[in-house]
């Protein structure tokens, strides 16, 4: 049973994702490491801002089920109509959102979700997300692994070409260390911890557990409303 921390915070949550939008808000996920999750957080943050806002929502860089856009079957006529003329042969509807099957613009959309999989050189992060209104950054649940994500995002937030950064740590490997939750509650840039997920383990979408559920409600919430803090003045 949710408590009313919980409960108000997932109330919270599902306000700020239906946050209104006057341009299309780019969202990239990103991990300093391999493995992280990347492509299953961004999967799972465009299938819920599409179920949620009920708009546009485009998913891109992320591959296609087994990596094969064939198999996503193109918009009928009714679904055509929701998007532009220039964007209706690049993509194909997904559950609530839209995949992108080629580049495309993605200016005829309320909200894209960006996938750059592993950030090689921290470096060069700003120029690489140049464009994005909010980055997430996966971590997974080793301190050290949380404590770099956390480094990261608060140089992005502070740099001039940066954007509104949070975490989200992905406990993929079943850990059982307190740290991430801990640091949720105490640093403001880190916004959620993603349980380990048997669906997901399984390479499943469907039957995902109720702690995974509104993690990805909430980080949404943190994305739709996360602004630099210059911008927050």
Known sequence: MLGAVEIERLDRAVRDLHAPTPTVRRIVVTSLESGAGTSTVATLLARTLGRHRGGRVLLAGSPAPAGDFSALRPPNDAEQAMLPAEARALVRPWH????????????????????????????????ALAGAHAVVLVAGPART????????????????????????????????????RLICERHPRASVVLPYDRALASGRMAGLSGGTRRGVIALAGDVMVARKAEEAR
Do not use: K, Q
């Open 145 to 180: 692994s949380g404590e770099n994500a956390l480094a990261l995002a608060d140089a992005l937030a502070a740099h001039p070409d940066g954007a509104a950064t949070v975490v989200a740590f992905s406990n993929r490997a079943r850990s059982r260390s307190p740290w991430p």
């Open 96 to 127: 609530d959102a839209w995949r992108a099957v080629d580049p495309v613009d993605d200016r005829g959309f309320d909200v894209s979700v960006y996938d750059l999989g592993r950030t090689a050189d921290p470096m060069r992060a700003p120029a």
